[in-house]
T-cell receptor
Framework: EAGVAQSPRYKIIEKRQSVAFWCNPISGHATLYWYQQILGQGPKLLIQFQNNGVVDDSQLPKDRFSAERLKGVDSTLKIQPAKLEDSAVYLC???????????????FGEGSRLTVL | QKEVEQNSGPLSVPEGAIASLNCTYSDRVSQSFFWYRQYSGKSPELIMSIYSNGDKEDGRFTAQLNKASQYVSLLIRDSQPSDSATYLCAARNQFYFGTGTSLTVIP
């Protein structure tokens, strides 16, 4: 079974530029998450999708970050314009269960490492 | 938004000892709790899940849950150098993670 695919693995941009990350979850997984992990910190949930609807985007900086999940499969996360503090690893994860109480594990992709200069 | 809190450590234990990792959570609605391990430069991977009060054992790992105290812990028995990693606690209402505890097992 193929795992969660993410691209690009690495990206270096200058501040105020834009960047987009792509995620393809495990086939059949209804729930998709984007996390931001700054070095030395735990993953911070940015947005959670259930199929193609947003369940939680309370921690997404909506003035510069946007995310979509078309057709309930692939997802893209965009940052525009980027700031220095956006330097982090962006992790995509998927889960086979909907968000109701007892749920299963998250399957993570390898992450996309962003450096903003 | 600190839904889940952990001691960031670092925690160092000698090989063969018991490592104890602790986590508290604020959302009483959370029903499911998870411990993930993250090696440096890698993505998190699930090692334990627990839903009911009490202990759950899986090999060298034991998860403990106390919902009244809003407390989750992970015990690693017979710690090995390969256990050296960051351990992340997650509470399932919206799958928020704690800041992680860095564990080093000294040979």
């Amino acid at each position: 079974e193929a795992g969660v695919a993410q691209s690009p693995r690495y990206k270096i941009i200058e501040k105020r530029q834009s960047v987009a990350f792509w995620c393809n979850p495990i086939s059949g997984h209804a729930t998709l998450y984007w996390y931001q992990q700054i070095l030395g910190q735990g993953p911070k949930l940015l947005i959670q999708f259930q199929n193609n609807g947003v369940v939680d985007d309370s921690q997404l900086p909506k003035d510069r970050f946007s995310a979509e999940r078309l057709k309930g499969v692939d997802s893209t996360l965009k940052i525009q314009p980027a700031k220095l503090e956006d330097s982090a690893v962006y992790l995509c994860a998927s889960s086979p269960y909907p968000d109701r109480g007892r749920t299963g594990e998250l399957f993570f992709g390898e992450g996309s490492r962003l450096t903003v200069l | 938004q600190k839904e889940v809190e952990q001691n960031s450590g670092p925690l160092s234990v000698p090989e063969g000892a018991i490592a104890s990792l602790n986590c508290t959570y604020s959302d009483r609605v959370s029903q499911s709790f998870f411990w993930y391990r993250q090696y440096s430069g890698k993505s998190p991977e699930l090692i334990m899940s627990i839903y009911s009060n009490g202990d759950k054992e899986d090999g060298r790992f034991t998860a403990q849950l106390n919902k009244a105290s809003q407390y989750v812990s992970l015990l690693i028995r017979d710690s090995q150098p390969s256990d050296s990693a960051t351990y992340l606690c997650a509470a399932r209402n919206q799958f928020y993670f704690g800041t992680g505890t860095s564990l080093t097992v000294i040979p």
